[in-house]
């Protein structure tokens, strides 16, 4: 059995948020259009609050995008984004969400950020969606959203170490690309075993099953 991840389509993280994601908005109809083909879809949700340690108005002296090093390892500091009850942490209107069986909310402990949707940054701390994707015997997973080069990707990498197959489906991506790390981090997937496919595909595939 497959899910379909939709990964942080939230208004922060789309063209006028507070951490936009070059025109991030425009794999929301193509997302919509895969729902039909999957049973199962989980969307995941960033939720801080607003004192979260990533935030670089809550680090004294630090700017935006500098990195700094956490208990649990280096931390790049963000703009405020996606504070809890916020509409910038509010999924893209234009997201269809009827049939979402589960929303992984993630970052709302204050001290410690978390890009994956399976594990906060400390890769120890879960969020539950392994617990839940096991529940109902799903092995093969298909990643869409925000962004390429962080969250999706450590999702991608954790979903492979917890034994799952893996696709994202890179015409339903956008990255930040902070510095070549939308390369980097393809390259990344790639070499780990993440499997590259497009919508079409996807569809293809599902409806001959």
């Not at 497959?2 to 948020?17: K, R, S, T, V």
């Not at 700017?63 to 916020?86: A, I, N």
Request: negative net charge; proline residues 3%.
């Amino acid at each position: 059995m497959e899910a379909l991840i939709i990964i942080d389509l939230q208004n922060d993280f789309c063209p006028g948020g507070k951490l936009a994601v070059p025109k991030g908005d425009e794999i929301v109809t193509t997302i919509n259009s895969l729902l039909p083909y999957f049973d199962q879809v989980i969307q995941t949700q960033d939720w801080h609050p607003q004192d979260h340690s990533s935030f670089a108005s809550n680090q004294s002296g630090k700017s935006e995008y500098e990195t700094v090093s956490m208990d649990y390892g280096e931390q790049v500091l963000w703009p405020d984004h996606c504070v809890q009850g916020t509409r910038g942490a509010e999924f893209h209107p234009d997201l269809k969400t009827n049939d979402t069986r589960m929303i992984v909310r993630k970052g709302f402990r204050q001290e410690i950020d978390s890009y994956s949707v399976f594990f906060e940054n400390d890769h120890q701390t879960k969020t539950g969606l392994d617990g839940f994707l096991s529940s109902f015997g799903i092995k093969k997973l298909f990643l869409c959203g925000l962004a390429t080069d962080f969250c999706v990707k450590w999702s991608a990498l954790d979903a492979l170490k917890l034994g799952y197959e893996v696709y994202l489906i890179d015409d339903a991506v956008k990255a930040i690309d902070l510095n070549g790390s939308e390369a980097a981090a393809i390259k990344e997937m790639k070499d780990a075993g993440v499997k590259f496919i497009s919508s079409d595909f996807v569809k293809q595939e599902l409806s001959d099953e």
